[in-house]
């Protein structure tokens, strides 16, 4: 089993649409939890961070985290042509040392 | 601005030819981290720093070495490229294990 798992798409959506994207982690004793976009050809850019039980909302981002089940979602509502991108989930646990592990990341694209 | 820095952008190089890619970072972060990315393996990490002259092994880390002098850099070193040594590789820096920041990364070709 892989340490961090997305599946890698494409997830197609419509413009204006709520994407969804998971992510599952193997170490339960994970403390930190990160989303971060990288547009082709580009570094990954850090969008949200969570670190507790439940949803944190940030603009048109949801992280929601769910400790107990061991996944970390990420909802874009009103999605928009710029949110395509391949979006990857990254964690930081006891079992992982003082690293992030990434998932492979899913590819989003929103189509107009 | 707060930011990552790498140089160069883009290397061709033969093999056997000994380089370095250079990471410097001003917001006087003590963990750095070198990345190198490859299709459908994604974000693996070759080195990480928790400080100054404190560097450990990251998961592929053969073929490589990172030296950690002063806080604000980190390079790499690979003495002895190799074809599979093809990638592209980022430079990333932050607080221990929690939020990281990219740079802008480093297409390396190895002939």
């Known amino acids: 089993q892989k340490e961090v798992e997305q599946n890698s798409g494409p997830l197609s959506v419509p413009e204006g649409a709520i994407a969804s994207l998971n992510c599952t982690y193997s170490d339960r004793g994970s403390q930190s939890f990160f989303w971060y976009r990288q547009y082709s050809g580009k570094s990954p850019e850090l969008i949200m961070s969570i670190y507790s039980n439940g949803d944190k909302e940030d603009g048109r981002f949801t992280a929601q985290l769910n400790k107990a089940s061991q996944y970390v979602s990420l909802l874009i509502r009103d999605s928009q042509p710029s949110d395509s991108a391949t979006y990857l989930c990254a964690v930081n646990g006891r079992e992982y040392g003082n690293k992030l592990v990434f998932g492979a990341g899913t590819i989003l694209r929103v189509k107009s | 601005e707060a930011q990552v820095t790498q140089n160069p952008r883009y290397l061709i190089t033969v093999t056997g030819k000994k380089l370095t890619v250079t990471c410097s970072q001003n917001m006087n972060h003590e963990y750095m981290s070198w990345y190198r990315q490859d299709p459908g393996l994604g974000l693996r990490q070759i080195y990480y720093?928790?400080?100054?002259?404190?560097?450990d092994k990251g998961d592929v880390p053969e073929g490589y070495k990172v030296s950690r002098k002063e806080k604000r850099n980190f390079p790499l070193i690979l003495e002895s490229p190799s074809p599979n040594q093809t990638s592209l590789y980022f430079c990333?820096?932050?607080?221990?294990?929690?939020?990281?920041?990219f740079g802008p990364g480093t297409r390396l070709t190895v002939t």
């Open positions: 990333a820096s932050g607080t221990g294990g929690y939020e990281q920041y």
């Open positions: 720093s928790m400080n100054v002259e404190v560097t």
